[in-house]
């Protein structure tokens, strides 16, 4: 299961208990990936056993790693020299990575960006599931 949590929701980040709250997305700057997982269990009220930080210079690298992606798009995505007109594309790694930030353009705005996002990886996964390639590679 993916979750995404707004950048800009409020929370105390870990091990502060000055009642300091900041956007959670600072976990990550202030303590990178241990900092970022104990602050959202923290926000959460839950054990979170697993996490991923994703690189989008690596997520880039990995979509085109894939052989592409294919998505439906319903608004159109334009990021970078990147144009994503609105309908059904097949996407290289360049394209999957100005669809998968942009954000000031999309109406439903960091929510419809984590939702792209979200639809980028399970794209990677569902290609990796059917052919194995990390398998085969790594």
Do not use: C
């Not at 960091?110 to 085969?136: C, H, M, P, T, W």
């Amino acid at each position: 299961m993916v979750y995404s949590i707004p950048r800009d929701s409020l929370a105390e980040m870990a091990d502060d208990h000055s009642g300091n709250i900041q956007k959670i997305n600072a976990a990550y700057e202030i303590g990178k990936a241990k900092m970022a997982k104990k602050t959202v269990s923290q926000f959460l009220g839950l054990p979170i056993d697993y996490s991923v930080t994703v690189d989008m210079g690596a997520l880039k690298e990995l979509v085109d790693f894939v052989g592409g992606i294919t998505i439906d798009t319903v608004i159109d995505v334009n990021l970078n020299g990147q144009v994503i007109p609105q309908g059904h594309h097949h996407l290289n790694g360049d394209q999957a990575l100005a669809y998968s930030r942009m954000r000031y353009q999309d109406p439903r705005g960091d929510y419809g960006r984590q939702l792209r996002q979200q639809e980028v990886l399970k794209q990677v996964a569902q290609k990796n599931s059917k052919a194995k390639i990390f398998d085969e590679h790594w």
